[in-house]
């Protein structure tokens, strides 16, 4: 402990006696500044003991000693020190009765006790504090390492929980709680995720002070890594201020977990190769060579349905594309650790590919992230930071290129509707009518129906009409030529004139149904 009024007046060596205020001698000393101006207040940080003679006071004045304690009172001060045998034989009265009444510790200094003494006294207790905190510090620190090296960031989480006498939390990159200590804790870390969040948004190093909504206790955050974008977090949650041992070992805590966090980072990087060997042999048809290579190190993802997402940056002109991806690696990696799960995800160029296993919690993270981004896009268009994701059926390793094509083909799809996610399964499962709507369908369509168009506005008759219905009731004459109201005959020859123009057999079941679709794509958007 730093050094306290009690302590001084118990120094034999001071031989102190307490006036006034003696149930506020457990107050802390910063140090002990000797001044006999009127009015040192200017002077004064707080915390101070002031030492005087009272050299240029009228000590016996009341109302004179009841101005002068109330500022030094206001100010900080945490003691006044009278020495007594210079200018006064005795401690005033009215200095007595005015520290009394502001509850100011006034400790009598006898004249053989220079201030000298208290002065060092103090510093002495001071620089003594310091030591123990400092050496506190580094036994903290080899503890946490020692936790650390055997029971990894849970185990350094429960041993600076214990040194702090407060409870820790550890999030990961997305703000979400990976581990506590204690178990109790987990509740209050949770209601931290969202300043956790606001936290890295800004580069590391960074920290915070900030508490629960019921000031429970008090928490200060601190984001872990050195790059631009924070790793991972830390809460120490305690009911007062650190001292100084407990901020050494919180600082230790956090070197400990950068330096863990970093390594991850590389033996991430590491994996991240492995994955996209994996990925290229399932691709390339040969899932029992991917499994040699993976060995263990995706557990049964390999072995059990699972699905292919690939996303790409929503706009490609963005400043960096490679940032909303490494968020979506995140958020799926995260769950996926969360929930025990094996993923596979391999950053290629502008896009990600992410395999995981079916209905599990990484595919759920994915499309509640999809969700999100979905809710909060801009109607108007132009958010560089939007990803677009495509999503496979779900097949094993045998089909894996399968599910590539899938995940590319939903992909496309969800980039020409402008949505943020869209599965395969939505794909077979709805219309094939929306897809008509591309540029590049309608423009084959205007092209193919041109000369049809071109021959109708001659007057000449009403081919266009006559073709679509005719296709409509599958080449039925006598049903189509009723639709239309005109005699079979009639029909018969306007297909005729079809064929001449455009130059095709509408026996040929082929351009029966790209004249089929034509139509439809030249109704579709009006």
């Known amino acids: 402990m730093p050094p306290t009024l009690a302590s001084l007046v118990h120094h034999s060596a001071l031989k102190l006696t307490v006036r006034a205020g003696e149930d506020r001698l457990d107050v802390p000393v910063r140090w002990a500044h000797v001044s006999e101006l009127a009015d040192p207040v200017p002077y004064m940080e707080g915390g101070e003991l002031l030492l005087i003679t009272a050299l ?38 009215a200095l007595v009765d005015a520290a009394q009444e502001q509850g100011l510790p006034l400790l009598e200094v006898p004249r053989r006790t220079p201030f000298l003494a208290i002065s060092k006294a103090v510093s002495a207790e001071i620089a003594a504090d310091q030591y123990r905190a400092v050496t506190a510090g580094f036994a903290a620190q080899r503890e946490l390492t020692k936790q650390a090296l055997t029971d990894g960031p849970e185990g350094l989480l429960s041993s600076l929980a214990s040194q702090v006498d407060g409870w820790t939390a550890l999030y990961d990159a997305s703000g979400a709680v990976v581990a506590t200590a204690p178990e109790w804790a987990g509740r209050r ?85 492995i994955g996209a060997a994996v990925l290229r042999m399932l691709l390339a048809g040969e899932p029992d060579h991917a499994r040699a290579v993976a060995g263990h190190l995706y557990g049964g993802l390999l072995d059990a349905p699972f699905r292919m997402i690939v996303a790409e940056a929503a706009t490609r002109a963005a400043a960096d594309p490679a940032d909303p991806l490494a968020a979506l690696a995140e958020t799926v990696e995260s ?71 899938q995940a590319e083909q939903a992909l496309s799809v969800a980039r020409r509707r402008g949505r943020v996610c869209v599965a395969h399964e939505q794909l077979a499962a709805g219309s094939v009518l929306p897809l008509l709507a591309d540029d590049a369908v309608k423009a084959f369509a205007d092209g193919l129906l041109r000369p049809l168009y071109e021959h109708d506005a001659t007057g000449r008759g009403d081919l266009v009409a006559s073709l679509r219905a005719w296709l409509s009731r599958h080449g039925q004459w006598d049903a189509a030529a009723a639709d239309l109201g005109v005699h079979r005959h009639t029909l018969r020859y306007r297909m005729r004139r079809v064929e001449e123009i455009l130059g095709r057999s509408l026996d040929d079941p082929d351009v029966r149904m790209e004249l089929w679709l034509a139509l439809k794509a030249t109704s579709v958007g009006g």
């Open 56 to 93: 240029k006071l009228d000590a016996e004045d009341p109302q004179a000693m009841r101005r002068y304690v109330k500022r030094l009172a206001g100010a900080g001060v945490v003691g006044l020190g009278f020495a007594v045998g210079v200018n006064y034989e005795e401690t005033p009265k």
């Open 189 to 273: 870390a949770a209601r931290l995720t969202a300043d956790v969040e606001r936290l890295q948004e800004r580069p590391a190093p960074a920290s915070s002070v900030v508490g629960p909504p019921d000031n429970e206790d008090r928490v200060e955050l601190h984001s872990l890594g050195t790059g631009r974008r924070p790793r991972a977090a830390l809460a120490v949650g305690t009911a007062a201020a650190l001292g100084t041992a407990e901020r050494y070992a919180v600082h230790s805590a956090i070197a400990l977990l950068t330096l863990t966090t970093e390594r991850s980072r590389s033996f991430h990087a590491a994996e991240q190769r």
């Open 335 to 405: 769950a996926a650790a969360r929930a025990g799960e094996p993923v596979l995800v391999v950053p290629e160029g502008e896009r990600l590919i992410v395999l995981a296993p079916d209905g599990g919690a990484a595919v759920a993270a994915c499309g509640e992230y999809a969700a999100a981004l979905e809710a909060e896009r801009d109607p108007a268009g132009g958010d560089g930071d939007e990803v677009v994701v495509g999503l496979s059926a779900p097949v094993g390793p045998i089909a894996a290129a399968a599910a590539y094509k």
